[in-house]
């Protein structure tokens, strides 16, 4: 190869900024004896780069292949350019155009060095509660617009005093360009207010804090993107304080202990799952407990799982450090009142929190975007997530196609946004129930922001086509007042196209679709939720569905488990016997009125929900009759399973109807013969999973179509899961489930993106 110098143009794109890509590139440089340039741009990175052929093209591979560790890649483009001779390498100032776009960084957790530097008294950071550097720390939620320079988030305020500049404007320092750079000096600082106690600062109010939780009391942390409520989860009295303040009688709170060897005192942690607590997302992971390990039974009542995290902040490991009598676990749960979204304006928590925690420790580095915290489990050695958020929100999906640019606004349950463009899908993070004005506005201010931040506007807009969700009204608004086109997208078609493009599927062929979830409203009006589709982005066929049952009451019914049982075993032809667990649920008058409201189809509405069919079930068996979050019932079915049974029950088959009636007569005979609970509740998800391969072995005998998606909120289920891909491998099926959006409600928006660009013919 020539020796001759030559110059190569390359540029970079996907999450290259405020990860520390532009001093990588320096010092990668200055190694390799490259000369010439880099910097930012709109569109991602820039680098000119001349040098000997052999030393450019180690310097290429080097790029290509070790990224730094935040970096996430889409594309790299090097082409030889004609000969520029510079005597260095520098990094040049951004270059910033209006019409263009670069994903950012989501927040990411404390990295291993700011974390050694944290707990090292000869450093000067050392206890300083904002530490970061450009491998970790706040990114989404501090910044206000692009391009992601300091005085366009929310560390604006704080001039950084000589040392913090030195470090930031020092190519060679892993604080080159770190944005949220600060220190003891210069940066935001930490405050105790607790009523009728002078404001403590620093140290002293880290001290108090854990002081309070010591003593049983509840505080308001304020985290990366919004308030926590924090308890000692060993404290029973405490947990249940909680609860009763914030209306959350039994739903499962989340966990935070100092390190794994704290945790698995209480859970088992597998290898995929440490990686995971110890990911740069730091996510909740939802975890096994350890047989006869009951202290934090309390913090989620008759589950088998608790769902746990690391600290993820410097303000975390300090307020957690372990000492004799401090505890550790604390419940680390979202700010807020139960349905409202979580606080993260100061002035705005201390009024709606102030019910909630006996006191509060705070800092005052604003929060422009509030973030829940993530929540994945594991499945199959792999990450299956429930909720998509801190960590992960606002990175986006690529994928094959040149898209449009579309708003999708989701369902009205664990509500997601999604905005496309070119390449990209950049889903939201969690929004939550869009139930009130409160989450309402939360999800229109991201809108905005998103629109801001990836210079976005919309020119279609795709709903679901439930007429009374808030997002359906707020995109026909939008619609209406734009003039753009409106598409209204059938909530489980985007439940199968969202599974879709999770995996990446590219193909014109179609799919099986395995659409279980708790309610979707149908094109013929009636709410499905246990659907057997057949179809791809384009279009989608309804072959097969469960049986349709009267839900008394409407959505009030989906709170009352109990009604639901009733209604099967009416429908069922099943007298309403005494000895019945739901039947003595309701007094005798209140069972009057129910079977004339459904002998008459008074207030009822019809569905085909598999979400309502365990729920019935779960009721028939005496396990829920009420439940106080959704899918409660279901939850509490699965986790009584005998996981060793094998036999099942007859799930006939009748034309395009799944006879689910025919399973009450065998549960019921089990019941009266002494049959186990658990072998029942196996035995009813058996004949679920065997069901799903008998209709996948009917579409592939006449269609030929060996693909499988499994994607809806019943999917959570693990057992069912589990039962049902074992039962589709083994028989040569391809499942396909989700690995990047949750296969709940959370993924909706993703779906109605690639069905909208679809009709708009951009696939």
Same mark, same amino acid.
């Given at each position: 190869?020539?020796?001759?110098?030559?110059?190569?143009?390359?540029?970079?794109?996907g &999450?290259?900024?405020?990860?520390?890509?532009r001093?990588?590139?320096?010092?990668?440089?200055s190694? $390799?004896?490259?000369?010439?340039?880099?910097?930012?741009?709109?569109?991602g990175?820039?680098?000119?780069a001349? =040098?000997?052929?052999?030393?450019?093209?180690?310097?290429?591979q080097?790029?290509?292949n070790?990224?730094p560790?935040?970096?996430h890649?889409?594309?790299?483009?090097?082409?030889?350019?004609?000969?520029?001779?510079?005597?260095?390498?520098e &990094?040049?100032?951004s270059?910033?155009?209006?019409t263009?776009?670069?994903p950012?960084?989501p927040?990411?957790?404390i990295?291993?060095?700011?974390?050694?530097?944290?707990f090292?008294?000869a450093?000067?950071?050392?206890?300083?509660p904002?530490?970061?550097?450009?491998?970790?720390?706040?990114r989404?939620?501090i910044i206000k617009d692009?391009?992601?320079?300091?005085?366009?988030?929310?560390?604006?305020d704080?001039?950084?005093?000589?040392?913090?500049?030195? %470090?930031?404007?020092?190519?060679?320092?892993?604080?080159?360009?770190?944005?949220?750079?600060?220190?003891a000096?210069? +940066?935001?600082?930490?405050?105790?207010?607790?009523?009728?106690?002078t404001?403590?600062?620093?140290?002293?109010?880290?001290?108090?804090?854990?002081?309070?939780?010591?003593? +049983?009391?509840?505080?308001?942390?304020? =985290?990366?993107? /919004?308030?926590?409520?924090?308890c000692?989860?060993?404290?029973?009295?405490?947990?249940?304080?909680?609860?009763?303040r914030?209306?959350?009688?039994?739903?499962?709170f989340?966990?935070?202990?100092?390190?794994?060897?704290? $945790?698995?005192?209480?859970?088992?942690?597998?290898?995929? %799952? #440490?990686?995971?607590?110890?990911?740069p997302?730091h996510?909740?992971? *939802?975890?096994?407990?350890?047989?006869?390990?009951?202290?934090l039974d309390?913090?989620?009542?008759?589950?088998?799982?608790?769902?746990?995290?690391?600290?993820?902040?410097?303000?975390?490991?300090?307020?957690?450090?372990?000492?004799?009598?401090?505890p550790e676990?604390?419940?680390?749960t979202? /700010?807020?009142?139960?349905e409202?979204?979580? #606080?993260?304006?100061?002035d705005? #928590?201390?009024?709606?929190?102030?019910?909630?925690a006996?006191a509060?420790?705070?800092?005052n580095?604003? @929060?422009h975007?509030?973030?829940?915290?993530?929540?994945?489990?594991?499945?199959?050695?792999?990450?299956?997530?429930?909720?998509?958020?801190r /960590?992960y929100?606002?990175?986006?999906?690529?994928?094959?196609?040149?898209?449009p640019?579309?708003?999708?606004?989701?369902?009205?349950?664990?509500?997601?946004?999604?905005?496309?463009?070119? +390449?990209? !899908?950049?889903?939201?993070?969690?929004i939550?129930?869009?139930?009130?004005?409160?989450t309402?506005?939360?999800?229109?201010q991201? !809108? %905005?922001?998103?629109?801001?931040?990836?210079?976005?506007?919309p020119?279609?807009? #795709?709903?679901?086509?439930?007429?009374?969700?808030?997002?359906?009204?707020?995109?026909?608004n939008?619609?209406?007042?734009?003039?753009?086109?409106?598409?209204?997208?059938?909530?489980?078609?985007a439940?199968?196209?969202?599974?879709?493009?999770d995996?990446?599927?590219?193909?014109a062929?179609?799919? &099986?679709?395995?659409?279980?979830?708790?309610?979707?409203?149908?094109t013929?009006?009636v709410?499905?939720?246990?659907?057997f589709? *057949?179809g =791809?982005y384009?279009?989608?066929?309804?072959?097969?569905?469960?049986?349709?049952i009267?839900?008394?009451?409407?959505?009030?019914?989906?709170?009352?488990?109990?009604?639901?049982?009733?209604?099967?075993?009416?429908a069922?032809?099943?007298?309403?016997t005494?000895?019945?667990?739901?039947?003595?649920?309701?007094?005798?008058?209140?069972?009057v009125?129910?079977?004339?409201?459904?002998?008459? $189809?008074?207030?009822?509405?019809l569905?085909?929900?598999?979400?309502?069919?365990?729920?019935?079930v779960?009721?028939?068996l005496?396990?829920?009759?009420h439940?106080?979050?959704?899918?409660?019932?279901? !939850?509490?079915?699965?986790?009584?399973?005998d996981?060793?049974?094998?036999?099942?029950?007859?799930l006939? !088959?009748?034309?395009?109807?799944?006879?689910?009636?025919?399973?009450?007569p065998?549960?019921?005979?089990?019941?009266?013969?002494?049959v186990s609970?658990?072998?029942?509740?196996?035995?009813?998800?058996?004949a @679920?999973?065997?069901?799903?391969?008998?209709?996948?072995?009917?579409?592939?005998?006449?269609?030929?179509v060996?693909?499988?998606?499994?994607?809806g909120?019943?999917?959570?289920?693990?057992t069912?899961?589990?039962?049902?891909t074992?039962?589709?491998?083994?028989?040569?099926?391809e499942?396909?489930?989700?690995?990047?959006?949750?296969?709940?409600? =959370?993924?909706?928006?993703?779906?109605?993106?690639?069905?909208?660009?679809?009709?708009?013919?951009?696939l």
């Amino acid at each position: 190869m020539s020796d001759t110098p030559i110059t190569q143009k390359i540029h970079i794109t996907g &999450i290259v900024q405020g990860v520390g890509f532009r001093p990588y590139v320096f010092n990668l440089a200055s190694k $390799m004896r490259i000369n010439g340039w880099v910097r930012n741009t709109s569109s991602g990175l820039e680098i000119v780069a001349s =040098g000997e052929p052999s030393d450019l093209d180690r310097f290429i591979q080097a790029l290509r292949n070790h990224p730094p560790t935040l970096a996430h890649v889409d594309s790299f483009e090097a082409s030889l350019s004609e000969y520029e001779q510079f005597d260095h390498f520098e &990094i040049r100032e951004s270059n910033s155009v209006s019409t263009e776009f670069v994903p950012i960084s989501p927040d990411i957790s404390i990295c291993d060095d700011c974390r050694r530097e944290l707990f090292d008294p000869a450093d000067r950071r050392y206890r300083y509660p904002f530490i970061n550097c450009t491998n970790c720390g706040p990114r989404f939620s501090i910044i206000k617009d692009i391009p992601y320079d300091r005085p366009l988030t929310t560390m604006s305020d704080f001039a950084m005093c000589a040392d913090c500049l030195q %470090e930031y404007t020092a190519p060679s320092d892993r604080r080159y360009h770190a944005q949220p750079i600060a220190c003891a000096q210069c +940066g935001p600082a930490v405050s105790f207010k607790m009523p009728g106690k002078t404001e403590l600062f620093a140290e002293q109010a880290i001290s108090a804090a854990r002081a309070l939780l010591r003593e +049983g009391k509840i505080l308001a942390l304020k =985290g990366l993107g /919004g308030y926590h409520l924090a308890c000692d989860a060993l404290n029973r009295d405490a947990v249940e304080r909680l609860r009763q303040r914030k209306h959350r009688s039994e739903k499962p709170f989340a966990l935070m202990s100092f390190d794994l060897d704290t $945790m698995k005192r209480f859970v088992q942690i597998s290898e995929t %799952e #440490a990686a995971l607590l110890e990911s740069p997302q730091h996510t909740i992971v *939802l975890l096994e407990k350890n047989d006869g390990v009951s202290a934090l039974d309390h913090t989620a009542p008759r589950q088998n799982q608790l769902g746990m995290m690391l600290p993820y902040t410097p303000l975390h490991l300090l307020l957690l450090e372990p000492e004799s009598g401090f505890p550790e676990a604390l419940v680390m749960t979202s /700010g807020n009142f139960s349905e409202e979204p979580i #606080a993260y304006r100061d002035d705005e #928590a201390l009024t709606r929190l102030q019910p909630l925690a006996d006191a509060f420790l705070l800092h005052n580095r604003p @929060i422009h975007m509030r973030v829940d915290d993530s929540v994945v489990r594991v499945f199959g050695e792999q990450v299956y997530p429930i909720r998509r958020a801190r /960590g992960y929100a606002p990175e986006p999906l690529k994928v094959p196609y040149i898209l449009p640019q579309i708003l999708s606004c989701g369902a009205e349950l664990k509500n997601t946004f999604a905005l496309s463009r070119q +390449g990209y !899908i950049f889903l939201s993070h969690h929004i939550g129930d869009l139930e009130n004005l409160e989450t309402l506005s939360s999800f229109t201010q991201g !809108i %905005e922001h998103y629109k801001r931040l990836f210079h976005l506007e919309p020119t279609a807009i #795709a709903v679901d086509l439930h007429p009374d969700y808030l997002s359906t009204l707020f995109g026909q608004n939008l619609s209406r007042e734009q003039n753009i086109p409106l598409f209204k997208v059938q909530h489980h078609h985007a439940h199968l196209a969202s599974c879709l493009v999770d995996n990446d599927y590219r193909e014109a062929a179609p799919v &099986i679709g395995l659409i279980f979830d708790g309610t979707g409203y149908g094109t013929d009006g009636v709410i499905w939720g246990g659907e057997f589709l *057949l179809g =791809g982005y384009n279009a989608v066929d309804r072959v097969y569905h469960l049986s349709e049952i009267a839900l008394p009451g409407g959505d009030s019914a989906i709170r009352n488990p109990a009604k639901i049982a009733l209604s099967y075993l009416q429908a069922a032809g099943i007298d309403w016997t005494p000895d019945l667990f739901p039947v003595k649920s309701f007094q005798e008058e209140q069972r009057v009125i129910l079977a004339q409201q459904l002998s008459h $189809m008074v207030n009822c509405l019809l569905t085909t929900s598999m979400g309502r069919l365990f729920d019935a079930v779960s009721s028939l068996l005496g396990i829920r009759h009420h439940i106080s979050y959704e899918g409660q019932a279901a !939850i509490e079915l699965e986790n009584i399973c005998d996981r060793s049974e094998n036999q099942t029950y007859d799930l006939p !088959i009748n034309g395009s109807r799944i006879d689910t009636l025919a399973l009450f007569p065998q549960i019921l005979k089990d019941m009266r013969n002494g049959v186990s609970h658990a072998v029942i509740a196996a035995r009813f998800h058996n004949a @679920i999973a065997n069901c799903c391969l008998v209709i996948c072995q009917k579409f592939r005998t006449s269609t030929g179509v060996n693909k499988v998606a499994l994607s809806g909120g019943v999917w959570q289920n693990m057992t069912l899961l589990r039962k049902t891909t074992q039962l589709l491998y083994s028989d040569g099926f391809e499942p396909l489930i989700h690995h990047r959006v949750p296969a709940n409600d =959370g993924g909706i928006s993703l779906g109605q993106t690639l069905i909208a660009a679809s009709l708009l013919h951009a696939l």
